[in-house]
């Protein structure tokens, strides 16, 4: 079907990593126009989750502007062409650091993002899909609106679901506490912690 003046090409949702560096690749690279593409995301910036890492946290692959499988590709770049390292100067960058590289990234490339718009479904019809979506903040009046769009892309990770209370999640998972939900480790009570998984997030830890 082909689109109407309202419609968009692609929808894309999630702003973080794989979310702004898909984007910028359908624009800056196979030439999308911009106005054509909208990101999604349901926090309250871009790279929210990133943002949402304990302040110990940082990225285990270094940065370095020329490292790695080519001469010139950072190995925490979303798009080629860009490095965290000289962007912020940091070998081994925190999420907030990180976030907001994925924000000069989209402001730079004129990527539109539309902030606090939690996806509530997504139907096909006729050959496109519609987005419904909820905009406005979770503690005051929201709105539901349609969008429609030839693509949709899901860019919103994992990170922000943990398995706690899932009825396929570990049992005793509600006695844990998430990476997610740590704002500093230095807080948290008590000098002796176990730590189920040995990942990125389990060796910052």
């Not at 096909?124 to 929201?142: E, I, K, S, Y």
Request: aromatic residues 10%; negative net charge.
């Amino acid at each position: 079907a082909g689109l109407d003046a309202g419609e968009l090409d692609v929808i894309v949702i999630g702003a973080g990593a794989a979310g702004i560096g898909c984007a910028y690749t359908l624009t800056n690279v196979f030439g999308l126009e911009p106005s054509r593409l909208r990101i999604l995301e349901r926090g309250e910036a871009i790279g929210t989750s990133f943002r949402s890492w304990p302040d110990e946290m940082r990225f285990i692959s270094p940065s370095f502007n020329q490292q790695g499988w080519t001469s010139s590709f950072d190995l925490n770049s979303v798009a080629f062409g860009t490095s965290p390292a000289y962007t912020l100067h940091a070998q081994h960058p925190s999420g907030a650091q990180y976030a907001d590289y994925l924000t000069e990234l989209a402001e730079a490339a004129r990527l539109g993002v539309m902030l606090r718009t939690e996806v509530v479904r997504v139907v096909p019809v006729d050959g496109v899909f519609d987005v419904h979506v909820r905009t406005g903040c979770a503690d005051a009046a929201q709105t539901e609106v349609k969008m429609r769009a030839r693509f949709v892309v899901w860019a919103a990770g994992e990170f922000q679901y943990p398995r706690e209370k899932s009825s396929d999640a570990v049992a005793g998972a509600e006695l844990c506490v998430h990476n997610s939900h740590v704002r500093s480790w230095a807080s948290l009570p008590g000098e002796e912690y176990v730590l189920i998984g040995g990942y990125e997030s389990g060796a910052d830890a």
